[in-house]
T-cell receptor, first 116, second 114 residues
Framework: DTGVSQNPRHKITKRGQNVTFRCDPI?????LYWYRQTLGQGPEFLTY????????KSRLLSDRFSAERPKGSFSTLEIQRTEQGDSAMYLC??????????????FGDGTRLSIL | AQTVTQSQPEMSVQEAETVTLSCTYD???????LFWYKQPPSRQMILVIR??????QNATENRFSVNFQKAAKSFSLKISDSQLGDTAMYFC???????????FGSGTKLNVKP
């Protein structure tokens, strides 16, 4: 179990640029989640994949945000035309099981995005 | 709407003493799971303890235990014999059976003092 891996750890970019983050879940986990966490707050749900299918998206995920999970393995989260308000920690988590599973999520270290 | 509320932004405890972190939640579902996660400074979030709503017995994991009051929608975390390594942000989370989203509270920052 190598854990959930996120890259990069930090990203600094100018407003208006596009950024892409990558998440590699624990290999046997079929579920993958993206969250956004701002300072002093808990994680806010952005989107969720079961295998390669994106099953749910938060209203927080504007049309500038897109997430993919090709082949049900790693996932990418892209933010286009970044804005100051996008500055946050972006967390990825993965878990195993069906709807009635009590399996917890395993989190990565996160990618901290800073918009100049 | 599902909400998770942690009313204590920050708490302190002396090493070796006991501390209780509060969490209340709101859901219309009868079946759900509750979790406490720990996020040490600059480190990843890890699971501390979990509770299935259908179980009346409170979950226990070594020095960590919960007081689950379903009718009151309360889910507090008790840390016994606090250690310096317990210093972290603690998040309470809710997941309903039929849904896959986790709802997190705003967290409680716990400082364990030597």
């Amino acid at each position: 179990d190598t854990g959930v891996s996120q890259n990069p750890r930090h990203k600094i970019t100018k407003r208006g640029q596009n950024v892409t983050f990558r998440c590699d879940p624990i290999s046997e986990h079929n579920r993958l989640y993206w969250y956004r966490q701002t300072l002093g707050q808990g994680p806010e749900f952005l989107t969720y994949f079961q295998n390669e299918a994106q099953l749910e998206k938060s209203r927080l995920l504007s049309d500038r945000f897109s997430a993919e999970r090709p082949k049900g393995s790693f996932s990418t989260l892209e933010i286009q035309r970044t804005e100051q308000g996008d500055s946050a920690m972006y967390l990825c988590a993965s878990s195993l099981g069906g709807s009635y599973s009590n399996q917890p999520q395993h989190f990565g270290d996160g990618t901290r995005l800073s918009i100049l | 709407a599902q909400t998770v509320t942690q009313s204590q932004p920050e708490m302190s405890v002396q090493e070796a003493e006991t501390v209780t972190l509060s969490c209340t939640y709101d859901t219309s579902e009868n079946n759900y799971y509750l979790f406490w996660y720990k996020q040490p400074p600059s480190r990843q979030m890890i699971l501390v303890i979990r509770q299935e709503a259908y179980k009346q017995q409170n979950a226990t994991e070594n020095r960590f235990s919960v007081n689950f009051q379903k009718a009151a929608k309360s889910f507090s975390l008790k840390i016994s014999d606090s250690q310096l390594g317990d210093t972290a942000m603690y998040f309470c989370a809710l997941r309903e059976y039929n849904f896959n989203k986790f709802y997190f509270g705003s967290g409680t920052k716990l400082n364990v003092k030597p």
